[in-house]
């Protein structure tokens, strides 16, 4: 496994690559989400790229930039068991070498619903920075977990959208034993905070039962979410439009645990047509 910081030592290597290339995105702190991305990768590739880089375009003023984990000699041993063949993993003057960008890419209404509501501006830095990782690695194909659904579902929108050469693909998300998705972010929970936490995941489960009974899939799921702050709890069609009164559709909640804001979402069936 190679390791780069540079443009152009990812440049040199990258042209080194034969057959189809993929890549994983990541913020470093990996877990067996990520773990399990770069396995479904690596079935689809001859050449695996992992990234790693806290991107600080889409952390607002008042998030965790500045704490969030940093543990690059634990990553890289993640990333070498699972065959990862190149990590890029830049600072951000590597990434902005002209400071903070000027331009960005727009994720149009979507980017100001759900978590974009609460995190003004965070799409806006998540696409810019995934843009210029897709150009800078030359991807074939790019892996990306559920958990995220709206970060994926945008993902998408702006490949379709300017035309990237890229597939982009949606892994689902891996869960703890206890039915919490996993997160870098699980770490700043206590153990009491922790029990609370599965909250989101009971809720999620509760409103698929109450869909496939036919019952009110919100307040169902609203009634789970004790001992946390809810931010939204949102029925939506799987694009992320307004919820059909029938078919596929994806539950997506978000809620703080203490200090720690935590994000989940599960496909779900509405009505009878199944």
């Known amino acids: 496994m190679n390791l780069v910081t540079s443009r152009a030592d990812l440049e040199v290597a990258r042209g080194r690559a034969d057959g189809r290339v993929a890549v994983v995105m990541t913020m470093g702190a990996l877990h067996d989400g990520h773990a399990t991305l770069m396995r479904e990768a690596r079935k689809h590739a001859d050449f ?3 990234t790693i880089f806290v991107n600080p375009l889409q952390f607002g003023p008042n ?7 940093r543990t690059l000699d634990a990553d890289l041993e993640i990333c070498r068991a699972e065959g990862v063949d190149l990590v890029f993993a830049p600072t951000p003057d590597v990434m902005y070498p002209d400071g903070e960008p000027s331009i960005l890419i727009d994720p149009g209404p979507l980017g100001v619903e759900l978590e974009g509501a609460v995190r003004p501006g965070h799409f806006a830095g998540v696409l810019t920075v995934v843009c210029k990782l897709l150009h800078l690695t030359g ?9 995220d659904y709206q970060q994926l579902t945008l993902i998408k929108a702006m490949a379709r959208t300017l035309d990237l050469d890229v597939e982009i693909v949606g892994v689902p998300t891996v869960r703890e034993a206890d039915g919490l998705a996993m997160s870098s972010r699980n770490r700043y929970l206590s153990a009491d905070e922790r029990t609370l936490a599965r909250a989101l995941s009971r809720a999620l489960r509760a409103g698929a039962e109450a869909a496939l009974a036919g019952g009110d899939v919100l307040a169902t799921a609203g009634a789970e979410l004790t001992g946390v702050q809810p931010d939204y709890l949102e029925l939506r069609a799987p694009d992320l439009g307004p919820a059909p009164e029938t078919g596929e559709a994806r539950l997506l909640v ?5 200090t720690t804001r935590l994000i989940d ?6 009505g009878s047509d199944r």
């Open 265 to 270: 979402n599960t496909h779900i069936h509405l």
């Open 48 to 50: 695996l790229i992992a």
């Open 63 to 69: 998030e965790d930039f500045q704490r969030y984990p």
């Open 139 to 147: 991807a074939d194909a790019a892996f990306f977990g559920e958990k």
């Open 254 to 258: 978000a809620a703080r645990v203490g």
